[in-house]
């Protein structure tokens, strides 16, 4: 079992930053690909980003392409999502999710969740 904790989202102005991170714990995240998806409300939950177990690969999602960075740190056993040039249209709940059940990056089947960590941008 592994457990997903968000921290670093809050209130933010558009055009600027914020450093999304996503701490594990029960056991090593190593081995399993991990991702960003965010929810708007009235939304649906999308996928923003993921990365491969190794780090060598990511994907992102048209709309962050260029501006957000999806990073992890094994050693530590979390990942991070860097956030630039943030719009008003990011703003979102922010989860965290490990273990991609179908070993395609682009895929929205995650084993493990966290709770979510809230973004706001203002315009």
Do not use: H
């Amino acid at each position: 079992q592994v457990q997903l904790v968000e921290s670093g989202g809050g209130l933010v102005q558009a055009g600027g930053s914020l450093r999304l991170s996503c701490a594990a714990s029960g056991r090593t995240i190593s081995t399993y690909s991990m991702a960003w998806f965010r929810q708007a409300p009235g939304k649906e939950r999308d996928l923003v980003a993921a990365i491969s177990s190794s780090g060598v690969n990511t994907y992102y999602a048209g709309s962050v392409k260029g501006r957000f960075t999806v990073s992890r740190d094994n050693g530590k056993n979390t990942v991070y999502l860097q956030m630039n040039a943030i719009k008003p249209e990011d703003t979102a709940v922010y989860y965290c999710a490990a273990r991609n059940l179908l070993g395609v990056l682009s895929s929205t089947t995650y084993m493990y969740w966290g709770q979510g960590t809230q973004v706001t941008v203002s315009s």
